[in-house]
């Protein structure tokens, strides 16, 4: 056998044979690739119209111009992060074949870090036009943020990651009976991040919950640097700091799951 | 038999070389308030064909289940190949493979797709040779390029068996292999099991409702019932048991009870 092999036994080749596993479902459906394309494109029009008209009549907006589309594709690249995660992942459930997997050499983790790899992938195809979008229709150049965008995208991927990980385990667990959460966990979180608003709009006692969530620190960075041009270095490492506990905390509940779902025996039916 | 007794019979790590290719060690599987597996002991010898047999709800599935490490045991021990399951899964999952109603091959991706990316995480060498082999042996080669979801059910099954068999496993678990294959296609992919197992010395086990091809392939039976053995010796030996001719005669005396029956018989 002659793998590539990292420390702890984890095997690059393994992990390429489900990376490409998903290249190729991606390439047999074309409604797939579009999907992929379509939501976000259709995001950053909207809202982008929407500053556009806002811009014409508030003079805050006028001058924190791109804070709104800015947010709709970080907030994007949060989203998608974790759907592209999580959407490799139910293709496995859908497929019915999460037994063959579990049955094969593939260890959890080299899984995870395929499904990582994939939601890279995924989000690139959606996010990139998007980004291309915004420039030539809006004028706003997201790549002009520099290496700021650098440290709002690892923050935002990482905790769409841990997103990711944990309602995969929670579907691994409980079957597609839950694969709503997979939707909508997310759409739970963006009030308390701050997407749209600065954290000072929220009651106190609901500022100290959403400085618990990483996003809710990038959220607040974009704003720093369009409207006053400042990077804020402290909000970016203390976002890294509770996204690497998150981070931890979802592998290790995705391991808790699946010995769960190995108790309740739900690896072998899958279903509702 | 004292726990101490058992636990001295269980193979050491000394013994791993020689022990069974499977070893199963009163294991005991409960789902809630079902005892799906109720303390059930055997040991495969490697090389053997062993036919796993029973009604629905007998248990076949849970066991099979238990010894792949998909369902973890609520007591009880399964040793693989040598190795503890689950804990030293990793060990031992290269080695061996199954076929199961209960799993798919993804379905829209090609035969080969499907082939590849199951012979790259089994790490197979030489695999675009590997597969052209099972695509002749297995006579896949005519839709070899096709969506797995647009074949037929026997196309399926036997590329489900080209999947089980990719990484020439030393042990293979097979649930029902040839449901859903017309009576020529399933008796030629006995015959290929047949084969695999004589070429590799390889282990089999397989749950199966078709008599008949228990009978043909299997040197030994074990029958459940509710969880737990009713009957395990080869084919000829239980026939002889109940007193009956075929194995599906058999079949019908354990569903229905009359097992105390038969064995009056038979003594």
Request: net charge neutral; proline share 4%.
């Amino acid at each position: 056998m002659t793998e590539i092999s990292l420390h702890r036994g984890i095997s690059l080749h393994r992990i390429g044979a489900m990376i490409l596993r998903y290249w190729y479902l991606l390439l047999s459906s074309w409604p797939r690739l579009l999907e992929l394309l379509y939501w976000p494109a259709l995001q950053v029009i909207t809202w982008g119209f929407l500053q556009l008209y806002i811009a014409q009549n508030a003079n805050f907006f006028a001058r924190a111009g791109g804070t709104l589309i800015g947010a709709v594709i970080l907030w994007d690249i949060l989203f998608r992060g974790q759907l592209g995660f999580s959407i490799s992942f139910l293709e496995e459930m859908w497929a019915r074949n999460l037994g063959n997997l579990m049955m094969s050499p593939l260890k959890p983790i080299e899984f995870l870090l395929s499904l990582m790899i994939m939601s890279l992938i995924r989000l690139a195809i959606g996010v990139i036009p998007m980004t291309l979008l915004a420039l030539f229709l809006f004028h706003f150049n997201v790549y002009a943020l520099g290496v700021p965008l650098i440290a709002f995208f690892c923050n935002l991927i990482f905790t769409s990651w841990s997103v990711g990980i944990f309602v995969s385990g929670l579907v691994l667990r409980n079957g597609l009976g839950a694969e709503s959460i997979v939707w909508t966990l997310m759409f739970g979180i963006m009030p308390l991040a701050c997407v749209y608003y600065p954290v000072s709009v929220l009651p106190v006692w609901l500022q100290y919950v959403a400085w618990t969530l990483p996003p809710t620190y990038v959220f607040e960075g974009m704003r720093a640097l369009l409207i006053e041009n400042t990077f804020r270095t402290d909000l970016m490492l203390s976002a890294l700091a509770i996204n690497a506990v998150l981070l931890v905390a979802s592998f290790g509940a995705f391991l808790a799951l699946l010995r769960s779902a190995r108790m309740q025996g739900s690896l072998l039916s899958g279903g509702e | 038999m004292t726990e101490n007794d058992k636990a001295s019979s269980w193979p050491t790590v000394a013994d791993r070389s020689l022990s069974a290719a499977i070893a199963v060690d009163h294991l005991v599987k409960v789902y809630k308030q079902t005892r799906a597996v109720d303390d059930i002991s055997f040991s495969l010898p490697r090389g053997s064909i062993t036919g796993l047999l029973g009604g629905n709800g007998a248990g076949k599935t849970t066991t099979i289940a238990t010894i792949m490490g998909l369902v973890l045991p609520t007591s009880g021990r399964v040793q693989v190949l040598g190795h503890r399951m689950p804990e030293e899964s990793a060990s031992v999952l290269g080695r061996m493979n199954f076929e199961s109603p209960y799993v798919d091959m993804p379905m829209r991706l090609t035969v080969r797709q499907n082939l590849t990316v199951f012979g790259k995480l089994y790490a197979v060498k030489n695999l675009s040779d590997r597969i052209a082999e099972l695509g002749d042996d297995l006579d896949l080669t005519e839709f070899i390029d096709r969506a797995n979801g647009k074949l037929s059910a026997g196309q399926k099954t036997r590329v489900a068996l080209a999947k089980a068999l990719i990484n020439q496993p030393e042990l293979l678990l097979l649930d029902e292999p040839t449901a859903s294959l017309d009576p020529d296609t399933a008796d030629w992919v006995r015959g290929h099991l047949e084969r695999y197992r004589k070429a590799n010395n390889a282990t089999i086990l397989l749950a199966s409702h078709n008599m008949l091809e228990v009978e043909r392939l299997c040197d030994r039976v074990i029958i459940m019932k509710r969880g737990r053995i009713e009957d395990d010796d080869t084919p000829e030996a239980i026939m002889a048991r109940y007193n009956r001719t075929t194995l599906e005669e058999v079949f019908l005396d354990v569903a229905r009870g009359r097992v105390n029956g038969a064995q009056e018989v038979a003594r």
